[in-house]
C-alpha cells in the first residue's frame, strides 16, 4: 500500500493543447479518493497519468515516496479497472484473472488459489470457465475488478467503472465498491463524472474543471462550502440555485443580499466577513433544499415566490418557482412530497439564512466567511 | 380476432415474398445463363466424349473423362504444383501482409499516401502486371539482371529455368497480391480495441506478449478469412501464367487452371477438360462452402 502524490503535473498534447494544467495533490495511503468533472476537464487524463498510460509533459509523480514518471505501469504496482472493462475478449474468466500473474512468473498453484479466493469474494466462481461475451454488464464489472484485486497492488485506478451499468446495478456496485475498500483497504482514485458517486463514496473529492483542480476536500464539506459557482452548480441534484445580485448595506444589521426582489439579510456570523463587499455585485447560491414552507425559529426569512412548475419525483416534490414573483430569477425548491401549487400560484417559502453563499459576481470564487460545519 | 390479425399478416408476407421474387427474376435469370448455364453445360460435356474434332455428345461416357483426368500425371502434377503454389503465395503473402500492416498501424502520418501507394498493384491488370515483369525480367534486356549485374551478381534467367521459374511466378505474384492482405489486416487491425493492450500493458505484458496473447488471438477471425479468400483467388491463378511462362519451362510453373485451358484448347480435349474443371470447381467450392459456414458461424 502507498500514497500518490502528485507535484505540479501537466499534460501537453502536441505542444499547445493543455489537457492538464499544473495541479498538485497528495493521496494519503488507503484513501479512498474521487476525482469528479465534467467530460473533458482531464480527470481521466490525470488518472491514466498516475497508471502509467500517458506520459507526464512536466511535474512529478510519487506512488510510495518514490518517483514514477518513467516507471513502466506494470511496474507501478498499480491495478487500473477501465470504463469498458478491457476484459480480453477471447480469454475465460479464469484466464482474465490469471493473466497478469501468469506474466508476472507467479506459479501455477498460486495462481489457481489466487483466482479461487478472489473469485469467491467477487460472487463470480460460476462464471470462471465463460468469455466475456457471455456476461452480463455487471458480471464483467465483477471479472475487473477482480482481474485488479487478484494482482494486490497498491493502489487502484478507476476509470468510470459504473458508467456503462443500468442505475439499479450502479447503486449495488457502488456499496460494494464501498465495502471493497473497507475491506482491502488499498488506496482507491475513483474517475466520475457522477456527483451521487462522488458524494457516497470518496472519503475526499477532487473536483476538477479545464484541467485544474477547482477545489479538494470531504464530500460533505465541499457541499457546504463550494469553492465557487462551478462546484456549487455542478454538486448534488437539482443544485445550487444561483442568482445574479447585489450585496448591500453598512457592515451593521442591515447588511442584505438582493437576490432578484428578494432581500436576504446576511446573519451575524457571515456579516464580518461579507462586509467588505458591501455595493458589489455577487452571486447569491440558495440551495433548493434550504427552502422550507414554515419559518425556522430565529434564522429563516420568508420569500415571495411564484409557481412555474411542480415536479413529483415521489419521495420529494421539486417546485420551480421565480424568485420574488412573477419576472423574477428561476429557482427549484425542495418540497416534502405532499406539496402541491398550481403554475402561477403566489407562494411564501422561508429560506434558511444560516445557509447562504455568496460568490464574487465577476469570478464565481466564494467570499470569504466562516466555513459551514 | 387474434388468429385472424395473424392470417393477415401472413397474407401479407406471401404477398411480400412473391413480389420479392418477382423483382429478383430479371437479375436471377441472366445469372443463370451467365453462369449456371456454362457449369452445367461443362458438367454435361464432362461426361460425354466431346472433342474440337468431334464436337458433338454422340458418346456417354460416364465418369471415364474423370477418370482419365485423375490417372493423366501431367493433371495430377499441375494440381499438386497449384497446391504447393497457393500455399506458397498464401503463407508468404500472409507473413509479409502482417508485417506490413502491424507497422502501418503504428504509422499515424501520411497514412492515406501509404494506402493509395499499396492499392496500386492491385488496381492493375493481371495481364499488364506478367507483361511488365516479363519486361522487367528479360534475361537479357530487363532492368533486374541489369541492375544485379551493377553490384556483380550475374543476370538470372528468371523465367527460363525450371528450378527458378515457378518462384519468379510467386514472387510476382506477391508484388500484385500482398497489398490485399496488407489492406485487410490492417482493417482488422485498426479495428481492434485499444482498451485490452493497456489491461495488457498494466498486467505486465511487452510487446511481444502483447502480440501473442492480445493481437493474434482477436485478429483470429480476420486472419482466417484473408487467408481462405485469397487461397480461393490463388487457386484460380491463370493469366499470370499465360502472359510470363505459358507453364514452362516444360510444365515448371504448369498450374491446374493453365494446364486445364492447354487441354481443352490445344490438344482440343473439351471433354476431359470439363472433367478437370469440375474437379477444380468441386476444390474451390468447397473451401468457399467452409469459409461461408465459418464466417456464419462467427454472428
Known amino acids: 500500500m502507498a500514497g500518490i ?16 494544467d499544473d495541479i498538485s495533490l497528495e493521496i494519503k495511503d488507503g484513501e479512498f479518493m474521487i476525482f469528479l468533472g465534467p467530460s473533458g476537464c482531464g480527470k481521466s487524463t490525470t488518472l491514466r497519468m498516475i497508471g502509467g498510460l500517458e506520459s507526464i509533459s512536466k511535474g512529478d509523480l510519487l506512488i510510495g515516496g518514490k518517483r514514477m514518471n518513467d516507471v513502466d505501469p506494470a ?63 455487471g458480471q464483467r464489472q465483477r ?60 472519503q475526499r473529492i ?58 436576504l439579510p446576511i446573519p451575524e456570523a457571515f456579516r464580518a466577513g461579507y462586509a467588505g463587499h458591501s455595493g458589489a455585485a455577487v452571486t447569491v ?33 421539486i417546485l420551480v418557482a421565480e424568485l420574488g414573483g412573477a419576472g423574477g430569477p428561476e429557482i427549484q425548491a ?23 453563499h455568496l460568490f464574487d459576481g465577476q469570478s464565481g470564487t466564494a467570499l470569504a466567511r466562516p466555513q459551514i460545519a | 380476432m387474434m388468429v385472424r390479425m395473424g392470417q393477415a399478416s401472413n397474407a401479407a408476407d406471401r404477398r411480400d415474398r412473391r413480389f420479392g421474387y418477382a423483382l429478383a427474376a430479371p437479375s436471377l435469370t441472366v445469372l443463370f445463363l451467365i ?34 483426368a485423375l490417372g493423366d500425371a501431367e493433371f495430377r502434377h499441375s494440381a499438386w504444383l497449384t497446391l504447393r503454389f497457393v500455399i506458397g503465395v498464401v503463407l508468404l503473402e500472409f507473413v509479409i501482409g502482417f508485417g506490413v500492416a502491424l507497422m502501418l498501424n503504428k504509422v499515424e502520418r501520411f497514412k492515406p499516401v501509404y494506402y493509395a501507394i499499396l492499392l496500386c498493384p492491385l488496381l492493375m491488370n493481371p495481364v499488364i502486371v506478367g507483361l511488365i515483369w516479363r519486361m522487367f525480367l528479360h534475361p537479357n534486356l530487363g532492368i533486374v539482371n541489369y541492375l544485379l549485374g551493377t553490384i556483380g551478381i550475374s543476370p538470372v ?22 497489398s490485399f492482405m496488407i489492406v485487410l489486416l490492417l482493417a482488422g487491425l485498426s479495428s481492434l480495441p485499444k482498451e485490452p493492450y493497456e489491461a495488457a500493458r498494466v498486467d505486465g505484458a511487452n510487446a511481444f506478449q502483447c502480440f501473442v496473447h492480445i493481437t493474434l488471438p482477436m485478429m483470429r477471425t480476420v486472419i482466417i478469412v484473408t487467408l481462405l479468400i485469397r487461397f480461393i483467388f490463388a487457386v484460380k491463378t491463370y493469366d499470370l501464367i499465360y502472359i510470363m511462362t505459358r507453364g514452362g519451362p516444360g510444365v515448371a510453373t504448369d498450374l491446374v487452371s493453365y494446364f486445364i485451358y492447354r487441354t481443352a484448347f490445344v490438344s482440343l480435349n473439351i471433354g476431359e477438360a470439363s472433367a478437370m474443371s469440375i474437379l477444380l470447381l468441386t476444390a474451390i467450392l468447397a473451401l468457399t462452402a467452409y469459409l461461408y459456414r465459418y464466417m456464419r458461424s462467427l454472428n
Open chain 1, 5 to 20: 502524490e502528485l507535484k505540479n503535473i501537466s499534460k501537453v498534447y502536441g505542444g499547445s493543447v493543455v489537457a492538464v
Open chain 1, 75 to 137: 511496474d507501478r504496482d498499480i491495478a487500473i479497472v477501465f470504463q469498458n472493462y478491457a476484459l480480453y475478449p477471447h480469454m475465460t474468466v479464469a484466464g482474465n484473472l490469471g493473466f497478469g500473474l501468469k506474466l508476472r512468473g507467479v506459479d501455477r498453484g498460486e495462481i489457481e488459489r489466487r483466482i479461487k479466493a478472489i473469485s469467491s469474494m467477487m460472487g463470480i466462481e460460476a462464471l470462471l470457465e465463460r468469455k466475456p461475451a457471455q456476461l452480463s454488464g
Open chain 1, 143 to 202: 471479472v475487473a475488478l477482480g482481474r485488479a484485486l487478484v494482482r494486490e497492488p497498491q493502489a487502484f485506478l478507476l476509470d468510470e467503472p459504473l458508467s456503462n451499468l443500468d442505475a439499479k446495478l450502479r447503486a449495488a456496485m457502488r456499496t460494494e465498491l464501498i465495502k471493497l475498500h473497507h475491506k482491502v483497504g488499498t488506496t482507491i482514485i475513483h474517475v466520475t463524472h457522477d456527483q451521487i458517486e462522488a458524494m457516497t463514496m470518496g
Open chain 1, 206 to 263: 477532487c473536483i476538477m474543471k479545464d484541467g485544474h483542480i477547482i477545489q479538494v476536500g470531504a464530500p460533505l464539506d465541499v457541499y457546504r462550502n463550494p469553492a465557487n459557482t462551478f462546484v456549487a452548480g455542478f454538486l448534488a441534484s437539482p443544485p445550487m440555485n444561483l442568482v445574479t445580485g447585489r450585496l448591500e448595506g453598512n457592515g451593521g444589521g442591515d447588511l442584505h443580499a438582493l437576490a432578484g426582489a428578494a432581500r
Open chain 1, 285 to 317: 447560491g440558495l440551495r433548493p433544499e434550504d427552502f422550507h414552507l414554515a419559518p425556522l425559529a430565529g434564522r429563516s426569512v420568508p420569500v415571495a415566490v411564484r409557481t412555474v412548475a411542480v415536479e413529483l419525483l415521489g419521495p420529494e416534490v
Open chain 1, 334 to 356: 425542495r418540497m416534502p412530497r405532499d406539496f402541491l401549487a398550481r403554475p402561477g400560484a403566489e407562494l411564501t417559502l422561508h429560506y434558511d439564512l444560516t445557509q447562504i
Open chain 2, 35 to 68: 453462369i449456371l448455364f456454362p457449369v452445367l453445360s461443362a458438367l454435361f460435356t464432362s461426361l460425354h466424349e466431346y472433342t474440337l474434332i468431334a464436337p458433338n455428345f454422340d458418346t456417354f461416357t460416364g465418369l471415364a473423362n474423370f477418370k482419365a
Open chain 2, 157 to 178: 534467367n528468371w523465367l527460363g529455368d525450371t528450378k527458378i521459374a515457378i518462384w519468379t511466378v510467386i514472387l510476382v505474384d506477391i508484388w500484385h497480391q500482398v
